[in-house]
């Protein structure tokens, strides 16, 4: 019967499966030799194909997964032109039975490559069209073999995250430099393995630059556990972040609570106060020339003074509200525990390059990345907290041009939050400072990776800055369309697959990548997996005991406001 294989009964095991290896390969060869379609319409980005349905169906039942695919939406397929193979996705498929075979689909182009004269590979792959394909030109099936050359590494330096989807063995590989230098996206619904695939990149990326200079704002604490060996863990139990490394419009979202012309008058106040509280420090005397951003440490006990005096010199008319206001403030951030992080007494010194050398890891000392978990920052500050962070970053890179460049890439969980479009922002420096680093902070040496579940919440204009972008499976319509409007060209047809991809599966499109590919990451190992499973119900329920202990535990830490 055609297409049975029998091995034979007398081989032993390693033979018989070398010789059923052989054989598939041999079955897979002989359908993709065979076309499958022919090209229909051409345009200059994608064009369209006749398929023949009866071939599909042969080809479905092919042992090579990608010629068994092929023709299907997502798929590849080559197409003929002279002495070279074009390659393209499919991206529609539509019944049309005035044709013969009956299907037509719609396809993207995604590069060429020569073809070895003796084997028929596929050699020297390429990005981009040089010469299109007339009507008529035959479509065939794209093999595994074909994939694996037009996936190969082109020598740039990379990292392996996972296997080509619908091969086995093609290792899906992320050119570093473009990655980074170009910023990226990592984007998915909840429950979709995003936390543990951005573990894995950052894993990986670690693993080749152990000398790397890598901050993560961890939003939930849910990756202390993945690099508890690899990083720098810092939360607000050991963080101890000055409070006058922060510029004069962080001081106001903190310090300032009044609005409309009454926070006006306070910012003048404080403006005017807090330069005089950094004039008094030594250091101010040795610059000269200071303003109200410089990161020169004042004491809170001076700008209390120097707000004081100010109110003593009032005329009869003129009010000291705003002055009490600023005062009350203060002495209430003070007070508060929950604050101590930053605002300790402790923290007055001049540590300003230490505390720079630990964050950003200057040296890594085998310990590349520092992960700063805000879960436990009092939610009304959390976002200045990063906007300090983050300008360090970006304030560090500027100053020190002058240097043999070191690159930081500042990676940020729950991106949304901090970079909201218009609808969703609240003018915070946050979104101001993220926005400008996507903007301009490759000039500089700094990387940007957004990590989000609600692309659609994110800032215009931030997402298309991210020259790679790695799309797991999204839910919402808007969010695909969102994504889809960033895609480059040649993706669209693998954007359209992104409410179908199971979880741990990503498309891939951008600078990071030769072409557009669909990725099936990698299994990362248990002690490299952040906390971020979702609790299971049943199991959690049928146990009892120890309640009491757990309630009374969670109290004392609730109202010690600290874990």
């Known amino acids: 019967m055609q297409g049975f294989v029998s091995v034979p009964t007398d081989l032993d095991e390693g033979s018989a499966a070398e010789v059923l290896a052989a054989t598939q390969n041999a079955l897979g060869s002989e359908n993709a030799r065979h076309p499958i379609g022919f090209v229909r319409d051409v345009a200059g980005s994608s064009s369209a194909i006749a398929l023949d349905l009866g071939r599909l169906e042969q080809c479905s039942a092919d042992l090579d997964p990608s010629v068994a695919l092929s023709g299907k939406v997502g798929s590849q397929i080559k197409i003929r032109v002279g002495n070279s193979w074009l390659l393209a996705s499919v991206r529609t498929q539509r019944q049309d039975t005035s044709i013969d075979g009956g299907v037509v689909a719609q396809i993207d182009f995604l590069g060429e490559g020569e073809e070895e004269r003796l084997t028929g590979k596929i050699y020297g792959f ?37 296997t080509v989807f619908p091969t086995r063995d093609i290792r899906a590989g992320l050119y570093v430099d473009a990655l980074l230098g170009k910023h990226f996206a990592l984007l998915g619904s909840t429950g979709t393995g995003k936390s543990t695939a951005a573990a894995l990149m950052l894993h990986r990326i670690c693993e080749m630059a152990p000398a790397g200079h890598i901050v993560m704002i961890d939003p939930h604490g849910e990756y202390s556990s993945a690099f508890r060996v690899t990083g720098q863990l810092l939360d607000v139990s050991n963080l101890q972040m000055p409070y006058w490394l922060m510029n004069f419009e962080e ?58 005096n100010e109110m003593g010199r009032l005329d009869k008319g003129t009010n000291s509200i705003p002055y009490m206001r600023l005062k009350t403030k203060i002495e209430e951030i003070r007070s508060d525990p929950r604050y101590q992080f930053m605002f300790s007494g402790m923290l007055v010194g001049d540590t300003m390059a230490e505390f720079i050398s630990k964050i950003f890891r200057m040296p890594a000392n085998g310990k590349p990345i520092s992960i ?104 919402n319509e808007r969010d695909q369309a969102f994504v889809k409007a960033a895609m480059p060209e040649g993706a669209r047809g693998f954007v359209d697959t992104i409410p179908a991809l199971r979880n741990r599966e990503c498309i891939i499109s951008g600078e990071g990548v030769s072409i557009p590919m669909r990725v099936s990451f990698d299994e990362l190992e248990a002690i490299k997996r952040p906390a971020s499973n979702d609790p299971s119900f049943y199991e959690l329920w049928s146990k009892s005991g120890g309640e009491e202990r757990a309630v009374e535990r969670t109290v004392q830490r609730w109202r010690a406001q600290s874990r």
């Open 126 to 162: 390429r990005r981009g069209v040089t010469r299109y394909p007339v009507p008529g030109a035959l479509v065939y099936p794209a093999t595994s073999n074909d994939l694996r050359q037009i996936y190969a590494s082109d020598g740039r330096t990379n990292i392996s995250i996972g």
């Open 251 to 308: 001081h106001c979202e903190i310090l300032i609570t009044s609005a409309g012309t009454d926070r006006q008058i306070d910012e003048d106040i404080l403006a005017k106060c807090l330069l005089a509280a950094r004039m008094k420090n030594r250091l101010a005397e040795q610059i000269g020339k200071i303003t109200v951003d410089s990161p020169i440490p004042y004491l809170l006990s001076d700008l209390m003074i120097i707000l004081q």
């Open 372 to 475: 700063i978990d805000v879960s436990g920052v009092p939610s009304e500050i959390t976002s200045t907290v990063v906007a300090v962070l983050s300008r360090l970053v970006f304030d560090y890179a500027i100053w020190a041009r002058d240097e043999e460049t070191r690159p930081v890439l500042l990676v940020c969980e729950e991106a949304h939050r901090y970079v909201p479009n218009e609808k969703n922002s609240d003018g915070s420096s946050v979104g101001r400072i993220l926005s400008r680093i996507a903007k301009e902070g490759r000039k500089y040496g700094v990387s940007l990776g957004l990590i989000t579940q609600r692309p659609s919440d994110l800032a215009e204009g931030v997402l298309s800055q991210c020259g790679t972008i790695i799309a797991m499976r999204l839910n």
